[in-house]
């Protein structure tokens, strides 16, 4: 929403998905990233997916499946940004095993509690849910072969920090694997001003070519936006009646933190001069 500071969006979503995580019932009313609990389905997860996790961690709470382009492999850490009940933390723990390492960071204290009660019940170890913002994560430098987020980089204010820390967080070689929205239409005026739009994972989708510079500019080589126009079917009952599938979509994004090596040869093929080339 234009006439907010990014404070007031901070404690709107804060104040909403915090709800959410109160609840005595699962599920999410209209207004939510996603579609409630049971939606997970819809989102590209199998029922195996849903069995591996405890209960109640299953919000439904996303637009994608970022597990499905991560390519986890056993023994790597995993930091998941937005975290909530810990889903895809859970997934996650799965796919890297007791020698990997699985860190959830969300801003809302009653969704770490909550991750953190699920985790507890499970007995999961090697997962562990910090309390923090996206723009200023409570990781340290090069910590993480693989970043995860399941629909939040949207309801975050400053979507250049985030992904600076991002960059920051992520070993050399490291890798983004996120499943966002994205405006593939400008937004109706009327539809901006919603907080309901904004909770809902609509009114904060920027644009793929936003997104391709954000990352960039953050210093992230072979990114990638892959626009889903198949979400629509799910995205309408976000807001039901606003018309918001017309403009936004899911997308599968990507991007790689360049390693030495990788930087190193990128100098070379551009540097063709006598003052550079032997």
Not at 108 to 133: V, W, Y
Not at 143 to 155: K, R, Y
Request: proline share 6%.
């Amino acid at each position: 929403m234009s006439d907010m500071n990014p404070d007031q969006v901070r404690d709107a979503v804060r104040d909403h998905y915090g709800k959410v995580a109160e609840a005595d019932a699962p599920g999410c009313a209209p207004g939510c990233c996603g579609g409630g609990a049971g939606s997970s389905l819809k989102l590209g997860y199998s029922e195996e997916d849903l069995a591996r996790v405890p209960t109640g961690a299953d919000l439904g709470l996303g637009c994608g499946n970022p597990q499905a382009i991560a390519d986890l492999r056993p023994g790597e850490t995993v930091v998941d940004l937005g975290s909530g009940a810990g889903f895809d933390c859970f997934l996650a723990a799965n796919r890297v095993g007791p020698t990997g390492k699985v860190i959830g960071v969300d801003m809302t204290p009653s969704m770490i509690s909550k991750a953190r009660g699920n985790a507890q019940q499970a007995g999961i170890e090697g997962i562990e849910f910090r309390l923090g913002e996206i723009e200023h994560l409570p990781v340290a430098d090069a910590a993480a072969d693989v970043i995860l987020s399941n629909c939040v980089i949207n309801l975050v204010p400053d979507k250049k920090a985030a992904f600076r820390e991002s960059f920051r967080v992520l070993k050399p070689g490291g890798r983004l694997a996120i499943s966002d929205v994205v405006m593939i239409a400008p937004l109706p005026e009327a539809l901006q001003a919603q907080v309901a739009a904004l909770t809902g994972c609509v009114s904060g989708a920027s644009s793929v070519d936003e997104l391709r510079r954000f990352l960039t500019e953050a210093g992230f080589t072979g990114v990638s936006v892959d626009v889903k126009p198949g979400s629509r079917e799910f995205i309408r009952d976000w807001i039901p009646g606003s018309g918001s599938e017309e403009f936004i979509a899911s997308a599968a994004i990507q991007a790689t933190k360049p390693a030495p090596e990788d930087s190193a040869a990128t100098k070379e093929q551009e540097c063709c001069g006598p003052s550079c080339c032997s």
